[in-house]
């Protein structure tokens, strides 16, 4: 048995990021087709194998004129309209044959191919055609009442981008314009980096499915359900794993067995210094342990350490002290393998509704905390009165973390206090 009592000392949250973020590396990439690369990181540079578009065509339903004979036409008005001779219709996806001599128009729609001696497009609400409609004008005289700009409503082919340039770089996030982008320039298929597959182990002999009823001093166990949300929302695959009783043996070969198939593993619960908490004795005992306690609240029973080159976090068992430990120490780290560079939250400064009243603190406070806007655009925010890590609902209720700083307790109604969005995503702005 190993030594039971090895701790760290208390280290900061943000010694306790640098710790975490250091052992962890871009994940291998894999390839994927386009919709599973939508959002996430490219791994290569993506550049089109053709012009964008490889032609130049009309961006308005109308007719392709040619410029110069406008120009050669005199005086051009709603009394003096000048007329054209309809020679065909072309849609999109198909191509007028041969050319448009002088004196003759196309009827075009959008994204039809501008026929080979035209160079204008007039919008049809802007002409008159001959008869009652404008469908198959072909014979028939179009007039037009104004001379029209030099290549009006013209896109000229390569206006995106031409054959060969990189549209998408290495380490740009797949959004909605990527994704079309992917396809616009032939890319089926792009290399990304792997999802990290997330072993997720709840620990505590009091533990029962979500399906069974809790006998005497049981509970269900919910851990593995929110820790696996915020591993999907992070961007990584959750693997729920069974349940492992409070047992040094057990929960040693637990995680013995997920390293070997897993890119880290969480637990949940015997995080701390109880006579049946394991983790940090077994993550010493069967590989490196950096920490196990950091200096916030909820979340100071935190272990980290490396079994077998996989990196282990070790959350409270509590479950918003779990959920809070994941947001602060395991999201980035999932991040940065997915290649983010972004990874802190946005930090919204807000007026404190009410006062904090806790007794002066030396943690740093990470409080489930509401935070709005008023009508006037002012961010006020209030904490959720009932701040006992154990419960959850609490942070259903909070779409921030409300940060108090080391010794900063108590703060008066009217402070002004920075709140953690977890509402929104790293780098937005
Ligand atoms: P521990 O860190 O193991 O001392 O657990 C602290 C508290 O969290 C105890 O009340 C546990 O019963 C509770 N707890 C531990 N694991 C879970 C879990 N997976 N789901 C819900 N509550 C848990
Ligand atoms: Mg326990």
Do not use: W
Not at 101 to 124: H, Y
Not at 136 to 160: C, D, H, M, S
Not at 161 to 179: F, M, N, Y
Not at 332 to 349: C, E, H, M, S
Request: glycine share 10%.
């Amino acid at each position: 048995m190993t030594d039971r009592y090895t701790t760290s000392g208390l280290i900061s949250v943000e010694d306790a990021r640098k710790v975490v973020l250091a052992h962890i590396d871009l994940a291998p990439v894999e390839r994927v087709g386009i919709l599973d690369s939508f959002g996430r990181i490219l791994a290569q540079d993506i550049s089109s194998d053709i012009d964008i578009k490889s032609f130049d065509d009309s961006a308005m339903d109308g007719f392709a004129v040619r410029y110069g004979d406008f120009s050669a036409a005199g005086e051009v008005s709603l009394a003096r309209p000048f007329s054209l001779t309809v020679v065909g219709h072309i849609g999109a996806g198909s191509v007028f044959e041969g050319g448009v001599a002088p004196g003759c128009a196309v009827r075009i729609m959008t994204g039809a191919p501008l026929p080979e001696g035209t160079d204008t497009v007039v919008k049809i609400e802007d002409v008159q055609v001959e008869g009652t409609s404008a469908e198959n004008p072909a014979g028939k005289t179009v007039r037009v009442p104004f001379v029209p700009e030099q290549g009006a409503n013209v896109r000229l082919r390569g206006e995106e981008a031409r054959a060969g340039d990189v549209l998408l770089h290495k380490g740009e996030r797949i959004g909605i314009a990527g994704a079309g982008l992917l396809a616009t320039t032939g890319n089926a298929e792009m290399l990304v980096y792997r999802r990290p597959r997330v072993a997720i182990i709840a620990t505590g002999t009091e533990l029962v499915d979500v399906t069974q009823m809790p006998g005497p001093g049981q509970i269900r166990n919910s851990n593995n359900y929110s820790i696996a949300a915020a591993a999907i929302a992070a961007g990584a695959e959750a693997h729920i794993l069974p349940v492992v009783g409070d047992s040094y043996e057990a929960l040693a070969d637990a995680l013995l067995s997920a390293v070997k198939d897993h890119d880290f593993v969480v637990t949940s619960g015997g995080a701390a210094e109880g006579d049946f908490d394991f983790i940090t004795p077994v993550v010493r005992g069967h590989g490196e342990l950096f920490f196990n306690k950091v200096n916030m609240k909820p979340g100071k029973a935190q272990t980290f350490g490396i079994i077998e080159g996989v990196p282990i976090l070790g959350l409270p068992g509590n479950p918003s002290a779990a959920a809070v430990g994941f947001e602060i120490l395991l999201r980035p780290a999932i991040r940065k393998t997915l290649g983010y560079t972004q990874l802190d939250r946005p930090v919204t400064r807000a007026i404190l509704k009410e006062g904090i009243h806790k007794k002066q603190e030396t943690r740093r406070l990470y409080l489930r905390a509401r935070l709005e806007r008023d009508d006037d655009g002012q961010y006020r925010v209030a904490p959720q009165p009932n701040q006992s890590s154990a419960l959850l609902g609490a942070l259903q209720l909070s779409n921030c973390l409300l940060i108090v700083r080391e010794g900063l307790c108590p703060l008066a109604a009217g402070a002004i206090v920075e709140c953690l969005r977890l509402d929104i995503e790293e780098g937005t702005i």
